[in-house]
Every structure is written in C-alpha cells, then in structure tokens.
C-alpha cells in the first residue's frame, strides 16, 4: 500500500546520537569524560567489525574507547582478568564483551564477571532482574532501540496484540519483557513465538505490532500479516547474491509483500541496526551519568 511508512532507523538513531552528545557534555562540565571498554576473544572477522563498529561510534559522539584483545585460545582466566581491571577503572563506564566468547570460556561467567553498573549490554543477570521487575538500569541495545522506534513513529502499543518471533536472551526476551511492561511503551498484549511454536501463520494474522527476531532470511511474508500492522524487522541475514561482495543482507520479513500489507516497516539494513549501535552509546553514557551522580536524565 502507499500509505505504508517506512519507519528511518537511520533518522532516528541520528536523533539518539545528537541527544547523547548533548550529555556527553554535561558530563564533560562535571569533569568526566564518558568511556566504553570493547573486549574482544575471537578471531571472526564479523566480531572484529562489530567492535570497530562501536569504537567508531564512541569516536563521533565524544566517549572515549578503549579496547582490549584476549587471544581467541588464551584460557578464559585471561579473559576474566581483564575484566576485572576494567571493572576497577575509573576511566571506562561501560564493558561490553563481544559475543560469542569461544566455546572453552563460560559465557555465563563472563556476563556475571561485569560489575552490573558498567554493564551497558544489560545481559548480567542483575540487569535482566530489573528489567523484568520494572526497574531497568540497561536495557539491552536491540529491544531498547525497537522501543525507541515504536515511540519516534507514536505506534500504540497499550493494548495491542504483539507478536515476538524468536526467544533469544540478547533480542527476544527482551523485548517481550518491554512491550508487557506496565508503562504507555508496553501495555502490549504479548506472544513469544520460537522454533516449537504451532500456527506461527495464525498468530502473525492477529497482530497489530510484529517484531521478526529469528534469523530466518525472509521467513515472515506479506499474507501472513494483518493488514495495517506495525513490522519490525530485526532479522540480519547473509544471503548470496550477484553483488560485489557475493552476498547481501537481508531481513526476517520479505520486505516488498509485508510492505504491501504493513502500515508501517522497517527497512533492513536502515532499520533496527542502527537503533542497536545507538542505545550503546546512550547506555554508556547513562552508565557515567550514574556512576558520577550526574544527572544525564536519560
Ligand atoms: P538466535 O538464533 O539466538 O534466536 C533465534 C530465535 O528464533 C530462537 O528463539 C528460535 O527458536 C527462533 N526461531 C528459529 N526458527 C524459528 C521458526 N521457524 N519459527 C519461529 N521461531 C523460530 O538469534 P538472535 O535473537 O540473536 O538474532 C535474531 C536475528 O536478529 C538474527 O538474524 C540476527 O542476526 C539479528 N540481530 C540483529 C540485531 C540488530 O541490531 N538489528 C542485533 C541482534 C541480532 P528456539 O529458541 O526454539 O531455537
């Protein structure tokens, strides 16, 4: 339909970014310069350019980064250690481990490594507590950043069915933990579907707002949506294709036939990805606010 819009990740992060410069420079006048640590333990190249990703980010905004590399064989005490030192410095606010860790090292113990205050991926089991309690102090980048979305395009979603495809701790939980919350951003009705759910067709037909979290390239499609609904596409997906790379990047929705149906959808890429890099920046200086008592208002 024409009347379909198509929600501007990349608008609406711009807007996050200008916000968090404004308070990188509060912070700046209270004297502390706001920093995230990146720590990488792996050799894949997709994780070495996420974290320069983050690092570039930081950069444009005004936080300081600081990265530390553990050797992707190193034993996981390594890995610990670093995390402690970066725990006690005064200088870095934020932590961010990036996943996966190698299989020798207990992802469990990593994110319970970081202090919960400098956690600014929001995955210790401290800040998943508060999430679900109603009280969040991080929450996690990619749900937060739907939020955010939904918010910028006032989609409603006090009272609406919604629909969360995929369970995962890092994109799916989460956000079916903020669209139930008692709060005019939640209120929503909630189903979380994943790979054992019956009638996945069925519960798509009903909903008003659909967040596609699965990694399945293209596996939601216009027939399966309600007409008018609200598609957030947080699907990342490497397909071949005829480009200079071989490849190319597409969602969890068939964009062209949800686009056809939906009142409202995310691109991808343009979407949710750059909502994700942007609340970590504004995580990070959230976490300095509140580590200096300044009051970012965040
Ligand atoms: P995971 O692989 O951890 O989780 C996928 C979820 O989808 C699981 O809960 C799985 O169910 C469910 N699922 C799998 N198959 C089906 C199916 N046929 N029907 C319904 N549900 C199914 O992925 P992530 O949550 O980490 O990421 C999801 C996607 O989002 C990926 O494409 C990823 O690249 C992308 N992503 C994008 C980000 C962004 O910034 N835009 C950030 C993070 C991720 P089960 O639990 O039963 O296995």
Redesign the pocket.
Known sequence: ADATTVIDGEAVAADVRADVTTHVETLEDAGVTPGLATVLMSDDPASETYVSMKQRDCEEVGIESVHVEIDADAPADELYDAIDDLNDRDDVHGILVQLPVPDHVDKRSVLRRIDPEKDVDGFHPENVGRLVAGDARFKPC?PH?VQKLLAAYDVETEGADAVV????D???KPMANLLIQKSPTGNATTTV?????ED?AGKLAEADVVVA????PE?VDGSMLKDGATVID????RVDADTEKGYELVG?VEYESARGVAGAITPVPGG??P??RAMLLYNTVKAAGLQYDVDVNL
């Open positions: 990619t950043g495809v995929g369970r995962s890092i994109v799916g579907c994943h790979s054992r759910t996945l979290a699965a990694g399945i596996f947080v699907g990342i997906n969890d949710v990805g909502m994700t």
